[in-house]
T-cell receptor, first 119, second 113 residues
Framework: AQKVTQAQTEISVVEKEDVTLDCVYE???????LFWYKQPPSGELVFLIR??????QNEISGRYSWNFQKSTSSFNFTITASQVVDSAVYFC????????????????FGQGTILTVHP | DADVTQTPRNRITKTGKRIMLECSQT?????MYWYRQDPGLGLQLIYY???????NKGEISDGYSVSRQAQAKFSLSLESAIPNQTALYFC????????????FGPGTRLTVL
């Protein structure tokens, strides 16, 4: 069975600090997808990134970067120079897939990390 | 207009009542999902549907039922609501292709007294 663990329940930083959110996953499939979602105080879930298991390149999008390491089954998320607007709950999620790449469709979520950025 | 809409956004009901939560999407996606979110537990899958004739149970389907009325509509029913079904409920959609990514509605906050 697949499992996603976000060991950090809550993180508190001061604005402009860098912060890394950890995500460790378990799966028996060789083809799978990893995701990060953001849930701001308003409550909606915002898609941030999707990464497939065959692509271990790190990705950077503005102040956000993601580090995917299959050897340690981790998909960590770093926010550089954090801002108050980054305060939210962040979820890591996993979807297993068929060998051809089509996702099974079911997402398994971690418990979420509450990030608070203080001014 | 939002691509995935949920109604109602907030609902308070009493134990034993039947309640329906509705989800509509304009993304043209075949796949639709219902999740519930409890504090500290992330999101858990209740039901999912890959097309109008394909409906499947998720991790926590007991006490819930669903109906896929059309490609764009997927409703969740609580047959006889109980207090521990108080939660935030999300609908999501995805295209079922190699770029499959789930996009979520705004959520429905349900309180069962």
């Amino acid at each position: 069975a697949q499992k996603v663990t976000q060991a950090q329940t809550e993180i508190s930083v001061v604005e402009k600090e860098d912060v890394t959110l950890d995500c460790v996953y378990e799966t028996r499939d060789t083809t799978y997808y990893l995701f990060w979602y953001k849930q701001p105080p308003s409550g909606e879930l915002v898609f941030l990134i999707r990464r497939n298991s065959f692509d271990e390149q790190n990705e950077i999008s503005g102040r956000y970067s993601w580090n995917f390491q299959k050897s340690t089954s981790s998909f960590n998320f770093t926010i550089t120079a954090s801002q108050v607007v980054d305060s939210a709950v962040y979820f890591c999620a996993l979807s297993e897939a068929y060998a051809g790449g089509t996702s099974y469709g079911k997402l398994t979520f971690g418990q979420g990390t509450i990030l608070t950025v203080h001014p | 207009d939002a691509d995935v809409t949920q109604t109602p956004r907030n609902r308070i009901t009493k134990t034993g009542k039947r309640i329906m939560l509705e989800c509509s999407q304009t993304k043209g996606h075949d796949r639709m999902y219902w999740y519930r979110q409890d504090p500290g537990l992330g999101l858990q899958l209740i039901y999912y549907s890959f097309d109008v004739k394909d409906i499947n149970k998720g991790e926590i389907s007991d006490g819930y039922s669903v109906s896929r009325q059309a490609q764009a509509k997927f409703s969740l029913s609580l047959e006889s609501a109980i207090p521990n079904q108080t939660a935030l409920y999300f609908c999501a959609t995805s295209n079922g292709q190699s770029t499959d990514t789930q996009y979520f509605g705004p959520g429905t906050r349900l309180t069962v007294l």
